[in-house]
């Protein structure tokens, strides 16, 4: 089930960045993300935000095993 963008805005900040770095951390692992600095995560971070709003990343929860996270748009299957 995707969240809605209107929802995660009610999340406290720090639930969503949590989320938001999951799926960076997830990126540093497959090589699409090469480092994880301050200054390059909170960067990372302000771009993950812009592209939740704009709807290139959204976030899923699966019922199947109950996890939520972010995820890029042309993963999900519809």
Do not use: W
């Not at 960045?17 to 301050?38: A, C, H, P, R």
Request: proline share 3%; with cysteine; glycine share 6%.
């Amino acid at each position: 089930m995707i969240i809605p963008y209107e929802s995660l805005t009610s999340l406290p900040k720090e639930t969503l960045d949590n989320l938001i770095k999951d799926y960076l951390f997830s990126q540093v692992e497959d090589g699409s993300f090469t480092t994880m600095d301050g200054d390059h995560l909170k960067k990372a971070l302000l771009q993950c935000h812009d592209m939740l709003k704009k709807g290139t990343l959204i976030v899923e929860y699966s019922e199947n095993d109950e996890s939520i996270g972010v995820r890029h748009v042309d993963q999900i299957i519809r």
